[in-house]
């Protein structure tokens, strides 16, 4: 969530900014709140003055000398009762403007960061580097990881749409050790990097999906528990950040690294027709996430070493990838900035997503009310967040069915992998 402050004193500066996504956002509604609820503020803190005043005139007069029931004291009686009426009538009036001014700013993306490209859309993403081109297979007749994954027995779709519906598959002996043995990899890895795992609940409540920034403006893209106002997880990044939702850290506590293997869940709105087959675009899905709470003077440095995490392990497994920076126009709701990972699918002979990492400056913790105090200073300041994806389960699956796929129709496994996996080849 924005700062209502920054709003109201640079509101030329927000507009700018916001105009670079590309949406359609108007501020003035919300300035016009912002107004309204501080004059009522300042009236209201004006009549309590004098209420104060009236309560302390009364026993000072009495002491005085002045006739309790004399209509010198009445006369002030009959004015502090009517000042706190009109306190009364003014109390509810701004918690309904504050009410108003709050549903308003949810509804607001963040700024993109000074260094992020401006840019209408994914055509102007900015290409940072490329890793791995000497692992580029080169076999022509390389078959969609689906294709060669039903051909291995180790992926079937029919049989989870019968279970399900379309867009969820089940692995299937090697393929479901396959998925377990990348997510155990991740881990030790990420762990091994500085990482402290969780194992968050997957169901979480509307408060939570709030505080990160899925609600309101995700809700058709989740799916919700009605009955008892609970949502399955879209990514860990949301219990893990909100496990921290309300509290206020030790500045001498961070940065606190945290990595979570969750099943996520999402329904694609707007997405029909994309990726129907195979492992990319899927209802569920596993991922490890990455989380990082950061004192906000270092958040920038540590999005670049969340990105090394996040490219190490592609590394390890040598997968071919490239580095994107994402622009203003294709900037997600809650980023400020986002380096997104791309691994090549040879099958189609495109990079594709396998890794978004995004710095959220204090947008979240804003909307989460998370805070660190600094020893010997006074006050308190809202953390910085960030997190990425370390790496998404079934598009790593996918690289490797097709990256290391053989013209003899066998896969070969990673060696990173092959101890965990106890063969070389499916």
């Not at 969530?1 to 030329?12: A, H, S, V």
Request: charged letters at 25%.
């Amino acid at each position: 969530m924005l700062d209502i402050r920054l709003i109201r004193e640079n509101p030329q500066l927000v507009e700018e900014r916001l105009e670079t996504r590309g949406g359609n956002y108007d501020i003035q509604p919300l300035l016009e709140l912002d107004k309204q609820q501080r004059e009522l503020e300042a009236k209201r803190s004006q009549l309590q003055a004098r209420s104060n005043e009236i309560a302390k005139l009364i026993p000072e007069k009495i002491k005085a000398g002045s006739n309790p029931k004399g209509p010198e004291i009445q006369v002030l009686r009959d004015e502090g009762s009517s000042v706190k009426a009109e306190i009364g009538t003014l109390e509810p009036q701004e918690k309904d403007l504050s009410a108003k001014i709050e549903e308003l700013l949810l509804t607001l993306p963040n700024l993109p960061s000074d260094s992020t490209p401006v840019g209408k859309s994914e055509d102007e993403n900015v290409e940072v580097r490329r890793w791995g081109n000497e692992y580029i297979p080169h076999n022509p007749n390389i078959l969609p990881h689906w294709e060669i994954g039903e051909k291995l027995g180790i992926l079937n779709v029919e049989r989870a749409v019968k279970v399900a519906q379309s867009r969820f598959v089940t692995l299937i002996g090697a393929g479901a050790k396959l998925e377990r043995a990348l997510i155990q990899f991740m881990l030790d890895r990420q762990i091994a990097a500085g990482y402290v795992e969780v194992i968050p609940p997957i169901l979480i409540n509307t408060e939570s999906m709030t505080a990160t920034g899925q609600l309101p403006k995700f809700a058709e893209e989740s799916f919700k528990c009605a009955a008892d106002d609970l949502w399955l997880a879209p990514t860990a990044e949301v219990p893990v950040t909100n496990l921290y939702r309300g509290e206020t850290l030790n500045s001498e506590d961070l940065p606190i690294y945290h990595c979570a293997y969750t099943p996520c869940f999402r329904r694609e709105a707007g997405s029909y027709g994309r990726d129907m087959r195979g492992l990319i675009r899927l209802h569920q899905f596993n991922k490890v996430e990455l989380v990082k709470f950061v004192h906000p003077s270092t958040s920038f440095e540590e999005l670049e070493k969340l990105v090394g995490n996040a490219e190490a392990i592609l590394q390890a497994l040598q997968l071919p990838y490239r580095v994107i920076e994402l622009c203003t126009g294709d900037l997600g709701f809650h980023s400020a900035k986002t380096y997104d990972l791309e691994v090549w699918l040879p099958s189609s002979g495109k990079y594709r997503e396998i890794s978004s990492c995004s710095n959220f400056l204090d947008y979240q913790a804003r909307r989460g009310q998370i805070r660190f105090k600094e020893s010997g200073k006074k006050g308190t300041q809202f953390i910085h967040t960030l997190n990425g994806s370390g790496l998404a389960i079934g598009r790593t699956m996918a690289a490797i069915l097709e990256n290391y796929q053989q013209e003899d129709g066998t896969v070969r496994i990673p060696e990173a992998l092959q101890s965990y996996m106890g063969r070389e080849v499916l």
